[in-house]
């Protein structure tokens, strides 16, 4: 079975701060999706990567930055954290490549960070 | 909005019940999927339909698609309390590598 691996199920930072949420995946998938999940709106796409060193923003990467330096790992910072970015981070995997569209993605435990 | 937009989004049930969630859209897809989300825990995927079926079925779900109305449901049949969570679906649009998730039914199923 795949594993998606979020190495924080919660956290707590401070205003201003810069935070790095990890997450590794052991299937070698070559996309990897960060998306956050608030009540009400469902899940949102903040940045992908289809490859090593490959990123694309999603529909909400102001404030985010990402790291895709292995391939089974995909980072997602906060460069300076604020409380609106309390919420629900899910870090997701899928296959890619040739007749491969039709994949299904592979969900992380997700992170709950708050921000004070 | 390209995003798939369930109803309700809210269902309580009995257990041995069936359940039914809908999911509407607006733009043209690949694929539609349906996702569970126990409390606290990430999505796991449950089915995926082309946008060339019209049904699948998978243990005690049943899936359609209608890709003329643009709508999909999703049937869970004689429902447990283990069923409780929230169930999305998700787009999968043409051309592209996104995903577009809708906001959600949360199911309870009451023992």
């Known amino acids: 079975d795949v594993k998606v691996t979020q190495s924080s199920r919660y956290l707590v930072k401070r205003t201003g701060e810069k935070v790095f949420l990890e997450c590794v995946q052991d299937?070698?998938?070559?996309?990897m999706f960060w998306y956050r999940q608030d009540p009400g709106l469902g899940l949102r796409l903040i940045y992908f990567?289809?490859?090593?060193?490959?990123?694309e923003k999603g529909d909400i990467p102001e404030g985010y930055s990402v790291s895709r330096e292995k391939k089974e790992r995909f980072s997602l910072i906060l460069e300076s954290a604020s409380t609106n970015q309390t919420s629900m981070y899910l870090c997701?995997?899928?296959?890619?490549?040739?007749?491969?569209?039709?994949?299904?993605?592979?969900f992380g435990d997700g992170t709950r960070l708050s921000i004070l | 909005s390209q995003q798939g937009e369930e109803d309700p989004q809210a269902l309580s049930i009995q257990e041995g019940e069936n359940a039914t969630m809908n999911c509407s859209y607006k733009?043209?897809?690949?694929?539609l999927q349906w996702y569970r989300q126990n409390s606290g825990r990430g999505l796991v995927h449950l089915i995926l339909?082309?946008?060339?079926?019209r049904e699948k079925h998978s243990g005690r779900l049943r899936v359609t698609l209608d890709t003329s109305k643009k709508s999909s449901s999703l049937l869970i049949t004689a429902s447990r309390a283990a069923d409780t969570a929230s169930y999305f679906c998700a787009l999968s649009l043409l051309g592209g590598f996104k995903t577009i998730f809708g906001a959600g039914t949360r199911l309870f199923v009451k023992a």
């Open positions: 990567s289809y490859d090593v060193k490959m990123k």
């Open positions: 299937m070698d998938h070559e996309n």
């Open positions: 997701a995997s899928t296959l890619d490549g040739e007749g491969k569209r039709d994949q299904p993605q592979h």
């Open positions: 733009t043209s897809i690949n694929n």
């Open positions: 339909i082309r946008s060339n079926e």
